[in-house]
């Protein structure tokens, strides 16, 4: 009687650490739910706990193919499911992994396909039994449990075994569901995990896109306004400049306006005042001289006057820098000073640019050699000279009311080597790509005109 009670005693104290292993595997899986987040990790310890809590020579966990990231290819294999974890003794794991996917036949087919639990102590006893794959584990023992969602989706099953039969009880299976429902939780958060991280990447992947892009425009953006201070900055400058030259160019207007209202009128006027007092001289009256005197230097004061007046007038003053106005300019003053008279002005008709220089040689050279001949051949009392520079063509036309030129010479001066002069300004207006032109004015005179194209030239700058 002794002997029963400490049997029972004993039996009931195992029993009792038995059921206190097998809550804490359960306890222990339900706090690696909420810490642990990989899936793998976390269905190996599930099913080591089956092992444990059925004390089973083998557990495995099999997933479909969609949980288990195979291949396409085998995906499309329907009916098979995939081994996600298996716990055993040592060479257990290597067998499972040779045996591949199973096809959920025979006592696998109600777990797999018909959501049953199925509890078989003997195998080999049982009708639906079809027999094991080459080099599987005896198994005589069997315990399977589907898993499935909260939807009633298929996921997988727990398949235990044991090489002895009769070893799995009907509170194996309760615990194995459990394990299952536990498992089916851990799947269903690690699709929530995943989806929730795949959301986060493309999310990142939207905001690092629109950060370049934003990036990308912010310095498109900042080069153009970076181009904008620029023309702004040059366009300041410009209109300074402009201002400079508009109030340089009214302060020339307001001298060469009081030059010609009062001091070439005072001069004028000394002049006429002279030649009447010359008139009223008796003859021999040695008045006369300096009389003359002041004439003469009252002309040439006027001349002075009326040469500082052009200079002050020029639209374009170059007088500094030597350009073309300011050569012509000289010529004209220098030659007038030698040729008692005949009347030289310059007109400036128009003055877009300075032309390239070899334009301003060019025209420089014509104009010299036409108003050389206008002093030894044309008996002339008065030439213009005209310079019209546009933003297309440079114009220059020498024109004179003397006795003109031959028509034999007009038409025969380009091959004939004794016009030299004629010839040479010919050459140096086609070397520039343009035209001179020699023809007899309607009233008497010659016109020299030479057109040089500027658009042509620009590069020559």
């Given at each position: 009687?002794?002997?029963?009670?400490?049997?029972?005693?004993?039996?009931?104290?195992?029993?009792?650490?038995?059921?206190?292993?097998?809550?804490?595997?359960?306890?222990?899986?339900?706090?690696?739910?909420?810490?642990?987040?990989?899936?793998?990790r976390l269905l190996q310890m599930i099913t080591d706990a089956a092992r444990k809590v059925t004390a089973a020579e083998y557990a495995a966990f099999f997933l479909i193919p969609e949980l288990t990231h195979e291949s396409p290819e085998r995906r499309s294999k329907k009916g098979l499911f995939h081994l996600a974890a298996i716990s055993g003794e040592?060479?257990?794991?290597?067998?499972?992994?040779?045996?591949?996917?199973?096809?959920?036949?025979?006592?696998?087919?109600?777990?797999?396909?018909?959501?049953?639990?199925?509890?078989?102590?003997?195998?080999?006893?049982?009708?639906?039994?079809?027999?094991?794959?080459?080099?599987?584990?005896?198994v005589r023992s069997f315990?399977?449990?589907?898993?499935?969602?909260?939807?009633?989706?298929?996921?997988?099953?727990?398949?235990?075994?044991?090489?002895?039969?009769?070893?799995?009880?009907?509170?194996?299976?309760?615990?194995?569901?459990?394990?299952?429902?536990?498992?089916?939780?851990?799947?269903?958060?690690?699709?929530?995990?995943?989806?929730?991280?795949?959301?986060?990447?493309?999310?990142?992947?939207?905001?690092e896109r629109e950060v370049r892009e934003r990036t990308a425009e912010l310095e498109r953006r900042n080069q153009e306004l970076t181009r904008v201070a620029t023309d702004l900055q040059t366009l300041h400058h410009e209109l300074t400049e402009a201002q400079k030259r508009q109030m340089l160019a009214d302060e020339r207007s307001r001298i060469a306006q009081e030059l010609h209202d009062r001091v070439q009128q005072t001069l004028f006027t000394i002049g006429l005042k002279a030649d009447w007092a010359l008139e009223q001289l008796p003859p021999g009256s040695p008045l006369e001289r300096p009389l003359r005197t002041i004439k003469q230097l009252a002309s040439l004061g006027t001349a002075q006057v009326r040469d500082a007046i052009f200079a002050l007038s020029s639209s374009e003053p170059q007088t500094q820098d030597g350009g073309l106005i300011s050569r012509l300019y000289t010529l004209i003053h220098d030659l007038r000073e030698s040729a008692a008279g005949l009347d030289m002005d310059l007109v400036v008709a128009e003055w877009a640019s300075a032309p390239p220089?070899?334009?301003?040689?060019?025209?420089?050279?014509?104009?010299?050699?036409?108003?050389?001949?206008?002093?030894?051949?044309?008996?002339?009392?008065?030439?213009?000279?005209?310079?019209?520079?546009?933003?297309?063509?440079?114009?220059?036309?020498?024109?004179?009311?003397?006795?003109?030129?031959?028509?034999?010479?007009?038409?025969?001066?380009?091959?004939?080597?004794?016009?030299?002069?004629?010839?040479?300004?010919?050459?140096?207006?086609?070397?520039?790509?343009?035209?001179?032109?020699?023809v007899n004015g309607e009233e008497g005179g010659l016109i020299v005109k030479a057109v040089i194209p500027l658009d042509s030239l620009t590069d020559r700058r």
């Open positions: 009687m002794v002997q029963t009670s400490d049997d029972s005693r004993t039996n009931l104290i195992a029993s009792l650490q038995e059921r206190a292993e097998e809550l804490a595997q359960l306890n222990r899986i339900a706090i690696a739910l909420t810490s642990e987040f990989d899936l793998q040592h060479g257990v794991e290597e067998h499972f992994r040779h045996v591949g996917p199973v096809e959920g036949i025979g006592v696998l087919h109600p777990v797999f396909w018909k959501g049953a639990s199925v509890l078989v102590d003997d195998v080999l006893a049982d009708r639906r039994y079809v027999g094991i794959p080459r080099g599987h584990i005896p315990l399977g449990v589907q898993l499935r969602t909260r939807e009633g989706s298929i996921l997988g099953a727990f398949l235990i075994g044991h090489t002895q039969p009769s070893r799995f009880k009907p509170r194996h299976v309760e615990l194995i569901e459990a394990l299952s429902a536990q498992a089916a939780v851990a799947i269903h958060n690690a699709q929530l995990i995943a989806r929730e991280r795949h959301a986060m990447e493309e999310q990142a992947a939207r905001l220089v070899a334009v301003e040689n060019a025209l420089f050279s014509v104009a010299r050699e036409a108003l050389s001949n206008v002093l030894r051949h044309a008996q002339a009392t008065t030439v213009v000279v005209t310079v019209q520079v546009t933003r297309t063509q440079a114009m220059l036309v020498v024109q004179d009311n003397g006795v003109g030129l031959a028509p034999e010479i007009l038409e025969s001066y380009r091959h004939n080597p004794a016009h030299l002069g004629l010839r040479g300004m010919q050459q140096r207006v086609s070397d520039c790509g343009g035209q001179l032109l020699l």
